[in-house]
């Protein structure tokens, strides 16, 4: 019903940028993004909804990351800047009904794209 596909991951020294995209083939209500790093827990990351244009953030990201939405594309970016070490791992597109949140992700999910930053 709903495919989810990220682009952008890659390697960046600490204090760079990277832009992840997700591009939602079917409708969906809200859009967020998880990452998981090796040996740990999947952590929330940001979410949004398409109709209201609203926003979450994290506290470890909300100062650095960007999360919008162009719904004509149907596309959602995360923009990262001021990359940290902590912030390696796979990072997964996310989607649902509601609101992509920490203990309550979407119910879809993308493959996921790796992200590395190097100190």
């Known amino acids: 019903q709903v495919q989810l596909v990220e682009t952008g991951g890659g390697e960046v020294q600490a204090g760079g940028s990277l832009r992840l995209s997700c591009a939602a083939s079917?409708?969906?209500?809200?859009m967020g993004w998880f990452r998981q790093a090796p040996g740990k827990e999947r952590e929330f990351v940001g979410s949004?909804?398409?109709?209201?244009?609203?926003?979450l953030l994290a506290n470890p990201v909300k100062d650095r990351f960007t999360i919008s939405a162009d719904n004509a594309k149907s596309m959602m970016s995360l923009d990262m800047n001021s990359l940290k070490p902590e912030d390696t791992g796979v990072y997964y597109c996310?989607?649902?009904?509601?609101?992509?949140?920490?203990?309550?992700?979407?119910?879809?999910w993308g493959q996921g794209t790796q992200v590395t930053v190097s100190s």
């Open positions: 079917g409708s969906t209500y809200a």
């Open positions: 996310n989607a649902g009904p509601w609101l992509p949140q920490a203990t309550r992700p979407g119910n879809y």
């Open positions: 949004m909804t398409w109709s209201e244009e609203t926003t």
